[in-house]
């Protein structure tokens, strides 16, 4: 009988990447003041866009300004795709693109459309 490597449930699965340590260095940065506002809150205004017109909204406070309530912008990346990705928000979406032929990879961004603070999140392969 061999090993079966399954992720458990919950979890990204193969392929994925967290960047939650990431954003506790930066947090814990701001924090000690070694970063400013402007430093950890400077989203691009197209990210800012998708936020507010197409994200998902989830009930974390950001951890910055803590009035606003983050949102998950995803960009898929790959063949036939634009070369700025594509913005995506919902399951179906994704379905259609991993059912292409090629390695797509899907990167999942939390932005706070009051502060303008933005962290990649995670990246994973469809």
Same mark, same amino acid.
């Given at each position: 009988m061999g090993f079966i490597? +399954? %992720?458990p449930p919950g979890t990204m699965g193969e392929g994925a990447i967290d960047y939650r340590l990431a954003r506790q260095a930066v947090l814990r940065q701001y924090r000690a003041g070694e970063l400013s506002e402007h430093e950890v809150c400077d989203a691009h205004p197209e990210l800012m866009r998708a936020a507010v017109e197409y994200s998902t909204a989830i009930t974390e406070a950001c951890p910055v300004c803590a009035d606003g309530t983050l949102a998950l912008v995803s960009y898929v990346f790959g063949p036939r795709l634009p070369p700025y990705g594509r913005c995506v928000n919902s399951a179906a979406e994704i379905d259609r693109i991993r059912r292409r032929k090629g390695v797509f990879t899907c990167y999942v961004v939390? +932005?706070? %459309?009051?502060?303008?603070?933005?962290h990649l999140r995670r990246a994973y392969t469809l």
């Open positions: 490597p +399954v %992720a939390e +932005v706070c %459309a009051d502060c303008r603070w933005n």
